[in-house]
């Protein structure tokens, strides 16, 4: 509340009349008096979804009442609530019958299966079996024998593939324990495809029984100059020969040939060589040409000397 004050002052002689100074004061309100105490609460209700009138919500027990309630564990009952999500609604009421605000939460209704049991300890493996490609009916495939035990590791197992068509198969193995339970069938890919087997050893080689040589032309088989051969197993090694080239060959570059028949015949070994004219003393005249062939080592050595005269 304010309050407006006005003032007049009279001077000698003159009249005055002002305003000589405004207050303005203020008067606190009247507060009202402080509540009264809350009283205990005394019932909860939870609802799910859908809103029911005061009082009409499924009741929380347990609780022991209060002014205030906190870290409660309540249960709720979620009987015949469908799965998925869904809203939880809470709101309590007091002894003087005035209910709390609504409040709420988001869940989800999920039912978790069940763990089962322990299994049984295994029994025995007391039957194997395997097959090829088409499955059979359990206790119809081709018997593995084995010795009984809970785990087989390490088992070497011949597989009988007699008739089996060539190419990509699969082998499929299962067992069955003492309790007639079978297990899941295993299975993997192979190859039947027949290796091709090593040739035999070649029988060993028959004598050399024949030998020839030509120089340029080949003039057919066992149509050469034979060469004497000596008795051999089929290796000749380190042989020497002379060949007697007197008077057929030009001066110039020649190939000699050499080959030999063993049923077939050898390719042709050829080796090059010169013949030249070379003037010497008088002594050689008397035998103007001699040639001199050594075959050796798989290789062909040529000497050759000329006398000619003058």
């Known amino acids: 509340m304010f309050r407006h004050l006005q003032y007049k002052a009279v001077a000698a002689g003159i009249g005055l009349c002002f305003t000589g100074l405004r207050l303005m004061a203020q008067i606190p309100p009247d507060y009202p008096p402080a509540p009264a105490s809350s009283g205990n609460i005394n019932s909860i209700e939870y609802f799910f979804d859908s809103k029911p009138n005061f009082g ?31 809203r939880i609604y809470f709101r309590s009421k007091d002894v003087a019958g005035k209910w709390s605000h609504t409040n709420y939460a988001f869940f989800d209704n999920f039912n978790l299966p069940l763990y089962p049991t322990s ?14 490609d088409s499955k059979p009916e359990f206790g119809s495939g081709t018997p593995i024998s084995i010795s009984p035990s809970v785990d087989i590791a ?18 499929y193995v299962r067992s069955k324990d003492i309790n007639g339970k079978w297990c899941i069938t295993n299975f993997s890919v192979f190859d039947n495809s027949s290796a091709a087997p090593y040739p035999l050893a070649p029988s060993a080689a ?5 030998m020839e040589y030509y120089i340029d032309t080949d003039p057919g088989f066992g149509n050469g100059t034979p060469i004497s051969v000596p008795g051999n197993t089929g290796d ?30 050898s390719m042709s070994n050829v080796v090059s060589f ?35 005269t003058a």
């Open 56 to 86: 009409s919500g499924i009741a929380l027990t347990g609780f022991t009442p209060a002014a205030n309630i906190n870290s409660f564990n309540g249960t709720v009952n979620l009987t015949g609530l469908p799965t998925g999500f869904h």
């Open 274 to 308: 010169s013949a030249s004219s070379i003037r010497t003393s008088r002594s050689d005249w008397s035998n103007p040409h001699v040639t001199t062939l050594w075959v050796q080592c798989r290789a062909c050595r040529v000497c050759w000397r000329s006398s000619c």
């Open 236 to 265: 000749i090694n380190n042989y020497a020969v002379n060949l007697g080239l007197s008077g057929s060959l030009a001066v110039g570059t020649h190939h000699l040939y050499v080959r030999s028949k063993q049923n077939p015949w």
């Open 206 to 210: 028959p004598p050399i029984g024949n």
């Open 119 to 132: 299994p049984a300890t295994p029994g025995n493996i007391t039957q194997l079996e395997y097959f090829i």
């Open 154 to 171: 390490g088992l070497a197992v011949n597989i009988n593939i007699t008739g089996l068509v060539q190419g990509t198969h699969r082998l």
